[in-house]
């Protein structure tokens, strides 16, 4: 059995898709949700899946509090799923190439520090891109500069807004990301 943990902030559907796809995988299984918000919608939406949520904050991230919880959990692949701050270089290094993250645009374009969520729509939108899409990389001690590992783009409708963009973003991520942390732990 391969040990998924997921790392989330916020509103959580992509945790949310992600626990529902593996719920009853033979080989692969959520083992916890960890979340840097006591009050984010992701704690509401994993109610009833039977996933243990981790609370944390900054200080249980950068001592070994989140560490020594994911070493117990015999972790094989740590996911950011709508997860914003910055994983410190000890837990990268005890996990080397067990970090992934999604970002809702075609990295390089639109990342780094600050670029989450809705802003990345609407800086799409603002520089005039013709397409935008999802990317998800392997986590590194820099936002968003981690080795690709899966890209999907759409396009760009005349009248696009940073809302009916987001919703074509949202559409990828729900369709792609369950699937490609399938096959990486697949290929492991
Ligand atoms: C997702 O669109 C994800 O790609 C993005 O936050 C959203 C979280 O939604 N991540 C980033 O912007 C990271 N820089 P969710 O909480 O509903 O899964």
Redesign the pocket.
């Known amino acids: 059995m391969k040990n998924i943990v997921i790392f989330?902030?916020?509103?959580?559907?992509?945790?949310?898709?992600i626990i529902k796809y593996f719920k009853n995988d033979r080989e692969i299984r959520v083992v916890a949700l960890f979340c840097n918000r006591p009050n984010a919608?992701?704690l509401e939406r994993i109610k009833g899946f039977d996933i243990p949520a981790f609370i944390f904050n900054r200080e249980d991230f950068t001592s070994d509090r989140v560490l020594d919880r994911l070493k117990t959990l015999k972790v094989d692949l740590v996911v950011?799923?709508?997860?914003?701050w910055k994983v410190p270089p000890h837990i990268l290094e005890a996990f080397p190439h067990q970090v992934i993250?999604?970002?809702?645009?075609l990295l390089p374009a639109h990342?780094g520090q600050g670029?989450?969520?809705m802003?990345?729509h609407e800086a799409v939108i603002a520089r005039g891109d013709g397409e935008s899409g999802?990317t998800i990389h392997y986590v590194n001690e820099r936002?968003?500069e981690g080795t690709v590992i899966f890209q999907a783009a759409c396009a760009i409708a005349p009248g696009e807004t940073p809302e009916s963009l987001?919703g074509k973003?949202?559409a990828l991520?729900q369709a792609h990301f369950p699937a490609v942390i399938k096959r990486l732990l697949e290929n492991k």
């Open positions: 989330a902030s916020g509103s959580g559907s992509n945790a949310e898709n919608f992701v950011l799923a709508g997860f914003l993250n999604i970002h809702p645009a990342g670029m989450y969520g802003r990345v999802i936002y968003d987001a973003i949202h991520e």
